[in-house]
């Protein structure tokens, strides 16, 4: 990456991420108007807004236009050098094709180990560690949101009072569950989803459901005997005879519910018993490689690729080298550099799993005659992303160099896996972090460079802003500023062990994010592409 330091704010300046480009970013935060010129010489033809970009050389009709020493289009006309390139002048590449794709090839670079950094966590029966010690409420189907939303208000206010070791009480509510082709093949993946997002280890093993009575996904599909580890003996009624252990389930059609409070009742006297067990529990010294940390980005801006999401793949470089396992995502946004992925794949197997997921979701586009292209918003483009090829190779970079050690289907759980995992999603924000929740990610960072106040509840989102503008005017929403790489006021290097070091810390309780404390959290929204009927 090189640039013209800033010597004031005032000052012209741009990046070019690599020799070859023929394009930079401005970054003056107000973009800059026509006529300005530039240290080494070049004059803008026309005023270009922060973080678009500005030919650095004449680019002719059908030439291509290069960032990150890569093609994200073709000029649809001659473009003199100082103007402004922007999404209407570019037209997009085709989709790199999934054949003859390099397979296991990039050699990693062996870094040493990354030994003696510990957090405070929950260590589970299963094996698992969470970071925060939450009483999830699952529920089956939408109908029983309302209820389940004021049980979860009253246990709030009279029973995590006497339960001082409990963080909170999460509602885990949601738009599926009747009204569904149940049957249908790929409704697997929200039933999945919701079992997994159940059994993350942030909720300590103790499941409860609330379930209406009449709907599709009734208790024993969605966690059928065998699904919940056995923890311990409970005295809970079982709702079929072959329950292991007796699954812990609230029926508001029961014939004993008479009336709204009777529902309300049932609900907190089952979640005492849970909240008694939650509450025995406390952190202790745990080793880094404990730590499944979720990476995504969100209201993406032409900064990501340079400053947020560099430092978040330095950070997770140093997580696969203590030995944490590092999910990443978002099927679109990587589905444009899927060469750069299969050849860093561990082996031929990874490598595969990786190409049948974009097969997988590049049908299912196709169901709805849509494209990658889809993906890019309003938002992306007012921040100078012209298309989803660049967006896509700015993504990629949260990923670190580490090679991919393995591949989760959409709701898949960890099993085991250690390392640098993809887990198949959509790029849709909330619908992505259900995923990374079902995954079994304790923690989660997010990068963003337009902005969101974003948010789990079932896990703690440490926030990375991409341009230190958003950091001041959002000082309260953002945890970390990555815009200071922009304006060489700090390195990629610096900010990825600032976040390294605030992961610990927050993972180990010491330091809440600012979703945290404002309780900030978006809906749950599960991946549904079976038929809704």
């Not at 490689?289 to 560099?310: H, W």
């Not at 483009?381 to 289907?409: D, F, M, P």
């Not at 404002?518 to 809704?532: D, E, S, T």
């Amino acid at each position: 990456m090189s640039s013209h330091p800033l010597a004031s704010p005032e000052e012209p300046f741009y990046i070019k991420i690599h020799p070859q480009d023929n394009v930079a970013i401005v970054v003056n935060t107000h973009g800059l108007p026509a006529g300005t010129r530039f240290p080494c010489g070049l004059v803008l033809t026309e005023s270009v807004p922060q973080g678009h970009k500005v030919a650095l050389v004449a680019i002719a009709a059908g030439q291509p236009v290069l960032r990150y020493q890569a093609i994200i289009g073709y000029a649809l006309r001659d473009i003199p050098a100082g103007g402004w390139v922007h999404e209407r002048l570019l037209k997009m590449p085709d989709a790199r094709g999934l054949d003859d794709l390099p397979i296991a090839t990039r050699e990693p670079t062996m870094l040493p180990p990354l030994e003696g950094y510990t957090f405070e966590g929950y260590r589970n029966p299963d094996g698992s560690v969470g970071t925060r010690n939450l009483l999830a409420i699952t529920t089956t189907v939408q109908c029983v949101a309302g209820v389940v939303d004021v049980a979860v208000k009253r246990i709030r206010e009279e029973l995590l009072p006497k339960y001082p070791h409990v963080d909170d009480v999460v509602g885990l509510e949601h738009s599926y569950g009747c009204g569904v082709a149940i049957e249908a093949p790929d409704a697997i993946v929200p039933i999945r989803t919701l079992r997994n997002i159940s059994l993350n280890p942030n909720f300590g093993g103790e499941v409860l459901v609330v379930s209406l009575g009449c709907e599709k996904l009734q208790p024993q599909r969605l966690l059928p005997p065998g699904a919940i580890p056995i923890i311990d003996e409970r005295s809970v009624a079982d709702v079929g005879e072959n329950a292991e252990p007796p699954l812990d389930v609230v029926c508001l059609q029961d014939d004993h519910h008479v009336g709204f409070q009777s529902m309300i009742a049932s609900i907190m006297a089952r979640a005492e018993s849970h909240l008694e067990r939650l509450n025995a529990r406390r952190r202790e010294t745990c080793p880094a490689s404990e730590l499944v940390i979720g990476v995504q980005c969100g209201g993406s801006d032409a900064f990501s690729g340079v400053t947020a999401n560099p430092a978040v793949g330095f950070c997770t470089d140093l997580l696969v080298r203590a030995g944490a396992t590092v999910l990443f995502s978002e099927v679109t946004e990587v589905r444009d550099g899927i060469d750069q992925l299969t050849a860093r794949a561990a082996n031929a197997e990874v490598a595969g799993a990786l190409i049948r997921e974009m097969a997988w979701y590049d049908a299912y586009l196709d169901r709805s005659r849509v494209d990658r292209s889809a993906n890019t918003t309003p938002g992306n483009k007012q921040g100078g992303l012209s298309n989803i090829v660049e967006k896509a190779i700015g993504s990629i970079i949260k990923s670190g160099t580490a090679s991919i050690a393995g591949v989760l289907s959409p709701g898949e759980r960890l099993n085991g896996q250690k390392g640098l995992v993809f887990a198949a999603t959509p790029a849709s924000d909330f619908i992505c972090g259900a995923l990374q929740l079902a995954a079994g990610m304790t923690l989660h960072v997010f990068t963003t460079g337009r902005g969101t106040p974003y948010g789990l509840a079932a896990a703690p989102v440490i926030k990375v802003a991409t341009r230190s503008d958003l950091a001041r005017r959002w000082h309260d929403l953002m945890d970390i500023n990555a815009g200071r790489i922009a304006t060489g006021e700090a390195t990629i290097e610096e900010v990825g062990w600032e976040l390294f070091r605030r992961l610990l810390e927050v993972a180990s309780g010491r330091q809440k994010t600012w979703a945290e404390h404002w309780k900030l959290h978006n809906a749950l929204v599960l991946f549904n592409p079976a038929p809704v009927t």
